[in-house]
Nanobody, 125 residues
């Protein structure tokens, strides 16, 4: 079973950058899709970016052009590079393995396992 630990969050001014890391332990990580999610206080958790073994397959509209998801299979780590940060990016960020499927014309992304502690990102205006 794969365990994921997020890190790299912090306090940054609007317009700044952060790189989040999601370190995996256990086997099978490199063969699965991985996603970054975030949850702001009082809000539902939302999907931010998903990376398959072939490359990025999903970015939320609100982060397109600003965030980049990538992975280093040697280090068993997935990254989320966040540039041009905005106050609305403030949230706790989580990573998860993701099952990607298609039902008729709809693509679905189901996160696996339980959520970790996440890493807090705070963007000041």
């Amino acid at each position: 079973q794969v365990q994921l630990v997020e890190s790299g969050g912090g306090l940054v001014q609007a317009g700044g950058s952060l790189r989040l890391s999601c370190a995996a332990s256990g086997s099978g990580f490199s063969s699965n899709a991985v996603g970054w999610y975030r949850q702001a206080p009082g809000e539902e958790r939302e999907k931010v970016a998903v990376l398959s073994t072939s490359g990025p397959i999903y970015y939320a509209e609100s982060v397109k052009g600003r965030f980049t998801i990538s992975r280093d299979n040697v280090k068993n780590t997935v990254y989320l590079q966040m540039n041009s940060l905005k106050p609305e990016d403030t949230a706790t960020y989580y990573c998860a393995e993701v099952i990607v499927g298609k039902y008729y014309s709809t693509i679905y992304y189901d996160p696996l396992g339980t959520w970790g502690q996440g890493t807090q990102v705070t963007v000041s205006s």
